[in-house]
């Protein structure tokens, strides 16, 4: 099984320039999220779905979108990207929720650079 | 917002040596989670304890958890090159179960 699988592995992008990253998974897990990873800073939750068809805003949502259209697919998309949004990007599933001692699965994370 | 944050920041110890980190939480939790990260890649689980548990094994991992404290500890005995890593607490707090709060992490150095 592969996992959690992250497209494109880096990217650089223009400042105002749109794009999508994609992650998907093959454990068949409810829940997916989206996390940010920037240095002295640890994870922070950008937005999170708790099934297909369902997204929800996490900590540090402004400036971005989400879509869950399929369970295996969570899409992260930046409208007009700014230089604040450099960073390395992280998406991770779990079964059910955290709090029903369920641990998240990683994929290896997508390094963007806006400039 | 922040609720583990791990101490020490940087850890640089010899192989075969024990490495201990530290976590330390704010609001009450429904269970305490610790991730490891490789450079370059993602998180990876490493061990999770309940609230209501307050010492968990795993091989050479060991976590305690002093909920009185709002602390817990992951000691990893006898290291090697390999657990050269970023090492996460993550809390899971009532009232807010879809949410895992990560800390800013341990850097372990485990020197050959």
């Known amino acids: 099984n592969a996992g959690v699988t992250q497209t494109p592995k880096f990217r650089v992008l223009k400042t105002g320039q749109s794009m999508t990253l994609l992650c998907a998974q093959d454990?068949?897990?409810?829940?997916m999220y989206w996390y940010r990873q920037d240095p002295g800073m640890g994870l922070r939750l950008i937005h999170y779905?708790?099934?297909?068809?369902?997204?929800a805003k996490g900590e540090v949502p402004d400036g971005y979108n989400v879509s869950r259209l399929k369970k295996q697919n969570f899409l992260l998309g930046l409208e007009s990207a700014a230089p604040s949004q450099t960073s390395v990007y992280f998406c991770?599933?779990?079964?059910?929720?955290?709090?029903?001692?369920?641990?998240?699965?990683f994929g290896d994370g997508t390094r963007l650079s806006i400039l | 917002s922040q609720q583990g944050e791990e101490d020490p920041q940087a850890l640089s110890i010899q192989e075969g040596e024990n490495a201990t980190m530290n976590c330390s939480y704010k609001?009450?939790?429904?269970?305490l989670q610790w991730y490891r990260q490789n450079s370059g890649r993602g998180l990876v689980h490493l061990i999770l304890?309940?609230?209501?548990?307050r010492e968990k094994h795993s091989g050479r991992l060991r976590v305690t958890l002093d909920t009185s404290k709002k602390s817990s500890s992951l000691l990893i005995t006898a290291s090697r090159a390999a657990d050269t890593a970023s090492y996460f607490c993550?809390?899971?707090?009532?009232?807010?179960?879809?949410?895992?709060?990560f800390g800013k992490g341990t850097l372990l150095t485990v020197n050959p």
């Open positions: 779905s708790v099934g297909e068809g369902t997204t």
């Open positions: 609001t009450s939790i429904n269970n």
């Open positions: 993550a809390t899971v707090s009532g009232g807010s179960n879809y949410k895992l709060t």
């Open positions: 304890i309940r609230s209501n548990e």
């Open positions: 454990m068949n897990h409810e829940y």
């Open positions: 991770a599933s779990s079964r059910t929720d955290p709090g029903a001692d369920q641990p998240q699965h």
